[in-house]
């Protein structure tokens, strides 16, 4: 089964930036949307960005102004531009395609 492997979390101050990737394992098909979601310990796991395979995405309001979502079809990875981080964005962000495919996760953590 394809698998999503998800790189660039860490340890960032406030106002400071990362970037995660998303790359499959093998060339996606049947896959119109992939995204970013993020959990916190005991909470629901929600949509942070997403994006199309026509290249419309959408953000949660929280985030708008401070994240960019990108994706290199050609290489089945997408990205996520995080700048201006904010303590609250600190959770796992996992990277999903169609909903139906998850990654692992990786722990972005953001010090005040």
């Known amino acids: 089964q394809v698998q999503l492997v998800e790189s660039g979390g860490g340890l960032v101050k406030t106002g400071g930036s990362l970037r995660l990737s998303c790359a499959a394992s093998?060339?996606?098909?049947?896959?119109?949307?992939m995204g970013w979601y993020r959990q916190v310990l005991g909470k629901q796991r929600t949509l942070v960005a997403s994006?199309?395979?026509?290249?419309?995405?959408n953000y949660a309001d929280s985030v708008k102004g401070r994240f960019t979502i990108s994706r290199d079809a050609p290489k089945d990875t997408i990205y996520l531009q995080m700048n201006n981080l904010k303590p609250e964005d600190t959770a796992i962000y996992y990277c999903?395609?169609?909903?139906?495919?998850w990654g692992q996760g990786t722990q972005v953590t953001v010090s005040s």
């Open positions: 999903t395609a169609n909903e139906y495919l």
């Open positions: 994006i199309t395979i026509g290249g419309i995405t």
């Open positions: 093998e060339r996606l098909s049947g896959f119109n949307r």
